[in-house]
């Protein structure tokens, strides 16, 4: 079946500096999208990919696809101690009925 | 708007005893799913509804059962609790799998604790 890969599942951070969490799929997606959850809440919706090669910004986040539709990334820059975490990717082959998710990578802040 | 809701937010359940999860959301969703969320595991689907009076299954649907009699309401039931199915249980709808409309929602979660 369809397997979203997140990688690496883990990352502690000093604040201040950028990191990058890691998406790829075995198959094309249709669309991709990130989530986040913070620590003992719900994942909440941040930005959905649809577009070949597409890049989205939101403040110190950055959000890629790739050219292939098979993988993505999000970059976050001057990390700060409300960027902890765990980031979800979620994404969806074509033609199937619903979204993949990914293990997610849990972010750990040091201040 | 309440969005999404779940009762209870947290169950202590004894091996063999049986209990339903209720979710509901407000927003006119076609779309509901069930998730367990384990450490390391991430989101795992159950089980997953496309409309009122339609249910399928998911990544892991063994011990479980669903219903949604109606638009607003999904439940989830556990017919003999196993200390397996302990974890964080998630309610998330959507309005469609349209390439727009797909982002889910989700509810505040579950906690289920099986001794």
């Known amino acids: 079946g369809q397997q979203v890969m997140q990688i690496p599942q883990y990352q502690h951070v000093q604040e201040g500096e950028d990191f990058t969490t890691y998406c790829n799929s075995s198959t094309t997606l249709s669309n991709i999208q990130w989530y986040k959850q913070r620590p003992g809440g719900h994942p909440v919706f941040l930005i959905q990919l649809v577009k070949s090669g597409e890049v989205k910004k939101q403040k110190r986040l950055t959000f890629q696809f790739g050219e292939a539709k098979k993988n993505s990334s999000l970059h976050i820059t001057a990390t700060q101690t409300t960027d902890v975490g765990t980031y979800f990717c979620?994404?969806?082959?074509?033609?199937?009925?619903?979204?993949?998710f990914g293990k997610g990578n849990q972010v750990v802040v040091i201040p | 708007n309440a969005g999404v809701t779940q009762t209870p937010k947290f169950r202590v359940l004894k091996t063999g005893q049986s209990m339903t999860l209720l979710c509901a959301q407000d927003?006119?969703?076609?779309?509901m799913y069930w998730y367990r969320q384990d450490p390391g595991m991430g989101l795992r689907l159950i089980h997953y509804s496309v409309g009122e009076g339609t249910t399928a299954k998911g990544e892991v649907p063994d011990g479980y059962n669903v219903s949604r009699l109606k638009k607003q309401n999904f439940l989830l039931g556990l017919e003999s609790a196993a200390p397996s199915q302990t974890s964080v249980y998630f309610c998330?709808?959507?309005?469609?799998?349209?390439?727009?409309?797909?982002?889910?929602?989700f509810g505040p979660g579950t906690r289920l604790l099986v001794l």
């Open positions: 998330a709808s959507s309005l469609s799998p349209g390439a727009n409309q797909e982002t889910q929602y």
């Open positions: 927003m006119n969703h076609e779309y």
């Open positions: 979620a994404g969806r082959a074509g033609g199937n009925n619903r979204l993949a």
